[in-house]
């Protein structure tokens, strides 16, 4: 067996289906494809079942590497042992450069432990299933019960001491305003040529005021502008293997369907980008590619945000999609101060405008920062009343 590749194939419904393919025949490899048929594709979205996939085709790569035959071997036997195991964990914590697959690093970096675990995690669910399936050359159920075993343990002895959560902190209300003084289409400091500055703007104006996350502005359609009246808003809409949607890698709205309000001026300048800058492109997604006037895909909108790094590095490590989500969060949740909107019933909401069900336990996670700055803001009040205690210097 030669190397092996990912590859998504797009079907006439419009289903994409995640398969590794024999980098000489251009076949699929059997075992994983059926891995993903028979106990992967109903319950995972396509995304999920391709990072999957990588694994495996880390794992592929690394056994054929060694001279071993991963589809033999997982036939007909014996099972991989500690050495084996060992081997690729070490491969996997170096990192690699292969774009055959993918490249888990870059230079002399490593995995964190967290992401190490993961993939050992996928690995791990994949052999056991090929235990439990192939039977190990025929083996009796006993065998095969006590090498499933067996590999659980051996990969329970390679996980690493797992870090805590890197955590997302919202942009202070200076740095938001200094960003937004930046990517305004007119100003100076904006780092963006003439054709993209409008999209650009509009693409961090709409992360800061809805929060969506980078599949749902990539997946927004021309009908899902609701942006006349007095009350303008966008409808985010679960649409997963759309026959009409070009990209390959189609994005993915992981959340639930809702409407999200969207201010005046957020309206006008999306009125202004769809009629004069976003050009005659032939498909109903908002934002498009300078070049052919594709769809933007995900890893466009990092981009943008890497270009606003690259020209201001004060904001670097503050900017992400990701982090602007948990900026809107946070805002949202310094609103509510100001309203009768407080406690659980602005969790259902922020639960609502996020997308997640109602008794999702994730606002918690999404308005730390706003508890943070409460609870430093509380000690100090209480550190002031201790300066008037007798005995206090």
Same mark, same amino acid.
């Given at each position: 067996?030669?190397?092996?590749?990912?590859?998504?194939?797009?079907?006439?419904?419009?289903?994409?289906?995640? %398969?590794?393919?024999?980098?000489?025949?251009?076949?699929?490899?059997?075992?994983?494809?059926?891995?993903?048929?028979?106990?992967?594709?109903?319950?995972?979205?396509?995304?999920?079942?391709?990072?999957?996939?990588?694994?495996?085709?880390?794992?592929?790569?690394?056994?054929?590497?060694?001279?071993?035959?991963?589809?033999?071997?997982?036939?007909?036997?014996?099972?991989?042992?500690?050495?084996?195991?060992?081997?690729?964990?070490?491969?996997?914590?170096?990192?690699?450069?292969?774009?055959?697959?993918?490249?888990?690093?870059?230079?002399?970096?490593?995995?964190?432990?967290?992401?190490?675990?993961?993939?050992?995690?996928?690995?791990?669910? =994949? *052999?056991?299933?090929?235990?439990?399936?192939?039977?190990?050359?025929?083996?009796?159920?006993?065998?095969?019960?006590?090498?499933?075993?067996?590999?659980?343990?051996?990969?329970?002895?390679?996980?690493?001491?797992?870090?805590?959560?890197?955590?997302?902190?919202?942009?202070?209300?200076?740095?938001?305003?200094?960003?937004?003084?930046?990517?305004?289409?007119?100003?100076?400091?904006?780092? =963006?040529?003439?054709?993209?500055? #409008?999209?650009?703007?509009?693409?961090?104006?709409?992360?800061?005021?809805?929060?969506?996350?980078?599949?749902?502005?990539?997946?927004?359609?021309?009908?899902?502008?609701?942006?006349?009246?007095?009350?303008?808003?966008?409808?985010?809409?679960?649409?997963?293997?759309?026959? #009409?949607?070009?990209?390959?890698?189609?994005?993915?709205?992981?959340?639930?369907?809702?409407?999200?309000?969207?201010?005046?001026?957020?309206?006008?300048? *999306?009125? %202004?980008?769809?009629?004069?800058?976003?050009?005659?492109?032939?498909?109903?997604? %908002?934002?498009?590619?300078?070049?052919?006037?594709?769809?933007?895909?995900?890893?466009?909108? &990092?981009?943008?945000?890497?270009?606003?790094?690259?020209?201001?590095?004060? =904001?670097?490590?503050?900017?992400?999609?990701?982090?602007?989500?948990?900026?809107?969060?946070?805002?949202?949740? &310094?609103?509510?101060?100001?309203?009768?909107?407080?406690?659980?019933?602005?969790?259902?909401?922020? &639960?609502?405008?996020?997308?997640?069900?109602?008794?999702?336990?994730?606002?918690?996670?999404?308005?730390?920062?706003?508890?943070?700055?409460?609870?430093?803001?509380?000690?100090?009040?209480? #550190?002031?009343?201790?300066?008037?205690?007798?005995?206090?210097?």
């Amino acid at each position: 067996m030669a190397h092996v590749r990912l590859h998504t194939a797009v079907f006439s419904t419009g289903e994409r289906f995640p %398969v590794l393919l024999d980098h000489e025949t251009g076949q699929p490899v059997i075992l994983p494809t059926r891995y993903v048929v028979d106990a992967r594709r109903e319950f995972r979205q396509t995304g999920t079942i391709a990072k999957q996939l990588r694994v495996i085709g880390w794992f592929y790569h690394w056994a054929q590497a060694q001279g071993i035959d991963p589809e033999q071997r997982l036939r007909f036997g014996p099972a991989f042992d500690y050495a084996e195991v060992l081997g690729f964990c070490r491969f996997l914590r170096a990192g690699r450069k292969d774009k055959v697959i993918a490249s888990l690093a870059d230079g002399p970096h490593v995995l964190r432990p967290n992401t190490f675990n993961a993939y050992l995690a996928e690995l791990e669910a =994949f *052999l056991i299933w090929a235990m439990e399936t192939q039977g190990l050359g025929g083996a009796s159920e006993p065998a095969r019960a006590a090498a499933r075993t067996a590999l659980r343990r051996l990969f329970r002895s390679q996980r690493l001491s797992a870090l805590p959560s890197q955590k997302k902190y919202a942009l202070s209300d200076e740095e938001l305003t200094r960003l937004l003084a930046i990517v305004d289409p007119r100003s100076a400091d904006n780092p =963006f040529n003439a054709q993209t500055r #409008h999209r650009n703007y509009l693409i961090i104006r709409l992360l800061l005021e809805t929060g969506l996350r980078r599949g749902e502005l990539c997946k927004l359609r021309l009908e899902d502008l609701m942006l006349h009246g007095g009350s303008p808003y966008l409808k985010v809409v679960r649409s997963p293997d759309d026959p #009409h949607d070009p990209r390959r890698h189609e994005p993915q709205v992981k959340t639930l369907n809702r409407s999200v309000p969207v201010s005046r001026p957020c309206a006008l300048a *999306l009125t %202004v980008y769809v009629q004069k800058h976003r050009g005659r492109a032939r498909h109903p997604y %908002v934002f498009t590619s300078t070049r052919g006037g594709r769809p933007i895909w995900t890893g466009a909108l &990092n981009e943008v945000l890497e270009q606003v790094v690259s020209a201001h590095p004060p =904001f670097a490590s503050k900017l992400s999609p990701h982090g602007l989500r948990h900026t809107f969060a946070t805002r949202l949740k &310094n609103a509510s101060q100001t309203s009768a909107l407080s406690g659980p019933d602005f969790d259902r909401a922020l &639960n609502f405008i996020m997308g997640w069900t109602e008794n999702s336990a994730q606002a918690a996670v999404y308005t730390r920062a706003y508890v943070e700055t409460r609870a430093d803001e509380l000690v100090r009040v209480m #550190h002031e009343g201790l300066r008037g205690l007798q005995g206090s210097p």
